[in-house]
Nanobody, 126 residues
């Protein structure tokens, strides 16, 4: 069963905004990596934005200054605020969230990229 459900996509005009949400169920991602990817039909899925295990936010050049990734640790919900949308942002957006695995000595982060959700489509057109 896929643990994450993405939502918030839609159709907007250039310059518009959308806020994507990704609800991750069944585990915690606290202090682990969370990220948003996007995929255009016929192309490879690409990383758009991430919050690393060190808490550092990283963005691809194309979205810097326009997109903001955030993570509600308590609810394990990952957000992507997208402003000043452009036609090139049209894609299906997916999230990925590592799973925090606790053990007696501490914890480690387990990748969950073998499980992808349905994604949420974003269409930007005049």
């Amino acid at each position: 069963q896929v643990p994450q459900v993405e939502s918030g996509g839609g159709s907007v005009q250039p310059g518009g905004s959308l806020r994507l949400s990704c609800v991750v169920s069944g585990y915690s991602s606290k202090n682990c990596e969370v990220a948003w990817y996007r995929q255009v039909e016929g192309k490879e899925r690409e990383l758009v934005a991430s919050i690393g295990r060190d808490g550092i936010r990283t963005y691809i050049e194309a979205v810097k200054g326009r997109f903001t990734i955030s993570h509600d640790n308590d609810k394990n919900v990952v957000y992507l605020q997208m402003n000043s949308l452009e036609t090139d942002d049209t894609a299906v957006y997916y999230c990925a969230a590592e799973r925090r695995m606790e053990y007696s000595g501490g914890y480690y982060c387990l990748t969950m990229k073998h499980l992808w959700g349905q994604g949420t489509p974003v269409t930007v057109s005049p």
